[in-house]
């Protein structure tokens, strides 16, 4: 009793220690004399937002800005949904030729997550030019990490046994992949698909910050303008566009389930 006692008062220091190291190295410069000012127009932009910004005829406009950005979402998932099916088969262990074969796959895979979304889309704008094109590529690259390691966990989940009676049978790997592997994993694919663009929808709003089109283009430049009013709008867009698509994904992810 008195080690397990030790034990959990020994973890306790542990994170008192982490939580002052973290305090302890954050610069903190202290609160601006507008802060009250700055964050009560915020709010007065939230409650009273610009709604003939909603829509423009003859420039950009929120639904344009919000179209832009579902564009983006869906370009990147398309993407990513297409090109990590490769490397998930490459990745999961028991479709691999070797551990070795397959913990190369994982390696790449984990390569690739490391990089955010925002960090690629700034290398993207330099290579092919600011706009949504470089938010698509720079969301599409960034989710075949995470879409190809939980396709791989899907494949190494599946009933082995459709397998080997196909192989048993002697059917090619083609009529193996048809019959056997693509019924089991395609309905967990697809779910973790659409979970992923819930991912890109929010990571797109973002991108427009930097240059890389979507609603945060004109985000970015209402908040620089300080006008709040049209910051209220695009946030509530934004927060509209956001749940809605979540309720939608989680109904079509509950029925594949």
């Known amino acids: 009793m008195n080690r397990k006692r030790w034990v959990r008062w020994l973890i306790f220091a542990v994170i008192v220690l982490?939580?002052?190291?973290?305090?302890?190295?954050?610069?903190?410069?202290?609160?601006?004399?507008?802060?009250?000012?700055?964050?009560?127009?915020?709010?007065?932009?939230?409650?009273?937002p610009d709604w003939g910004y909603v829509y423009l005829p003859d420039g950009e406009d929120l639904l344009r800005g919000l179209l832009d950005t579902l564009a983006i979402a869906v370009l990147g998932t398309f993407i990513s949904a297409i090109l990590c099916v490769p490397f998930a088969f490459w990745a999961s262990a028991n479709r691999g030729k070797s551990r070795v074969h397959s913990g190369t796959g994982k390696v790449i895979l984990s390569v690739v997550r490391t990089f955010p979304e925002i960090i690629l889309a700034l290398l993207f704008i330099k290579a092919v030019g600011p706009g949504s094109f470089a938010g698509a590529l720079a969301l599409g690259l960034h989710s075949i990490g995470m879409l190809g390691k939980l396709f791989a966990e899907e494949i190494e989940n599946m009933d082995a046994g459709p397998t080997e009676a196909l192989i048993a049978t002697g059917a090619s790997r083609m009529q193996i992949l048809w019959f056997a592997i693509l019924p089991q994993v395609l309905p967990g694919f697809l779910s973790y698909t659409l979970y992923r663009f819930e991912l890109n929808v929010r990571s797109a709003t973002i991108l427009g910050i930097i240059g890389a089109g979507g609603i945060g283009t004109p985000l970015i430049f209402a908040l620089n303008t300080r006008h709040w009013d049209r910051v209220g709008i695009i946030l509530l867009g934004i927060i509209v566009t956001v749940t809605l698509i979540d309720l939608a994904s989680g109904y079509f992810r509950r029925k594949l389930a």
């Not at 202290?30 to 127009?41: D, F, L, M, P, V």
């Open 18 to 48: 982490i939580y002052v190291w973290t305090f302890w190295g954050l610069p903190l410069s202290g609160i601006k004399e507008t802060a009250g000012q700055i964050t009560r127009s915020i709010f007065r932009g939230l409650f009273h």
